[in-house]
């Protein structure tokens, strides 16, 4: 695979680089946590309250002001509207969607966001048994360890060049995708985070 390393960024961007990569691990790790915990609340208030109090804010403050900004009126708008992430006025959804893809393209990040080596990461780093069927026991050690990975970076995370090329090698030694995984180059607007944690996909939606 070729290395995706960015050549037109200064260290402190790189850092802020890093940042964001961690950020969005952690709020994608909250949503299985949520998910697998059976929290899946039948109430929109309930729902949004729950994503709330789970919501990675350590890692987000190690983020970029203007990244942070965008997540800050995320989260005040789900306050507002009383509900859930995934359920968020189109509005709203369209104008994040076009701010993370331009973030993206500022940190050198659209692989990383267009390939499912972030959601692969998260899934076999909490259970690399068995994906579908986690063990709770097992599951919620690893689940601490993963946040405390992600809140002091000690044990370092993998680069996101080191986590991509696990992610493709596992999936070809299932036999899952084709010969690149890696060829969106993130273009046609598909974002991994986007998609876990508020349901969207592609272009498909502003269809």
Request: aromatic share 10%; charged share 35%; glycine share 6%.
């Amino acid at each position: 695979m070729n290395p995706d390393v960015p050549d037109n960024l200064d260290r402190r961007q790189m850092k802020d680089r890093e940042a964001i990569q961690r950020f969005m691990i952690a709020l994608m790790l909250e949503h299985m946590v949520l998910k697998w915990s059976r929290k899946d609340a039948e109430h929109d208030v309930e729902a949004m309250r729950r994503e709330m109090a789970s919501f990675p804010v350590k890692a987000l403050d190690r983020c970029p002001e203007d990244f942070k900004e965008i997540w800050r009126d995320i989260l005040f708008t789900s306050i507002r509207e009383k509900v859930p992430l995934k359920k968020l006025p189109a509005d709203d959804l369209k104008k994040l969607k076009f701010q993370m893809r331009a973030y993206m393209d500022k940190y050198n990040l659209q692989r990383f966001a267009s390939s499912p080596a972030l959601l692969n990461f998260v899934l076999l780093t909490l259970n690399p048994r068995n994906i579908g069927n986690p063990d709770k026991k097992d599951w919620s050690r690893r689940t601490a360890g993963l946040r405390g990975r992600l809140e002091t970076g000690n044990p370092p995370l993998p680069s996101v060049e080191e986590m991509m090329e696990w992610s493709g090698n596992w999936e070809r030694k299932h036999g899952f995708g084709g010969e690149d995984p890696w060829e969106d180059d993130g273009e046609n607007g598909y974002n991994t985070l986007l998609w876990y944690v508020f349901g969207l996909y592609g272009d498909e939606d502003e269809e």
